[in-house]
Nanobody, 115 residues
Framework: QVQVVESGGGLVQAGESLRLSCAAS????????MTWHRQAPGKDRIYVAA???????NYDDSVKGRFTISRDNAKNTVYLQIDNLKPEDSAVYYC?????????WGQGTQVIVSS
């Protein structure tokens, strides 16, 4: 059974950078596209970015230029680099991994950006 675990969240100051990580295990599992979504307090979960095994990337327009998604296929790990953090980036960030046609989601990692 594939499991997904996010890490790297925390409390940061506005303008700082943060790198979130997400590992899908076991590493032998066949993982296709991986994605990041986020959910701010009191709001719906929304799409942030995605990356295929060929490292083709896609971003929501609201994060283009500040967010960078990347992955290490050998480790079944995806990263989300967030630069110039803003208070409105505060949210729980969730990672999803596409395995055998089904999305597997992690429990999320919280990012809090103070102004």
């Amino acid at each position: 059974q594939v499991q997904v675990v996010e890490s790297g969240g925390g409390l940061v100051q506005a303008g700082e950078s943060l790198r979130l990580s997400c590992a899908a295990s076991p590493t032998s599992a066949s993982i296709n596209t991986m994605t990041w979504h986020r959910q701010a307090p009191g709001k719906d979960r929304i799409y942030v970015a995605a990356i295929t095994t060929d490292e083709l990337t896609n971003y929501d327009d609201s994060v283009k230029g500040r967010f960078t998604i990347s992955r290490d296929n050998a480790k079944n790990t995806v990263y989300l680099q967030i630069d110039n953090l803003k208070p409105e980036d505060s949210a729980v960030y969730y990672c999803g991994a596409l395995h055998n046609g089904r999305w597997v989601w992690g429990q999320g990692t919280q990012v809090i950006v103070s102004s």
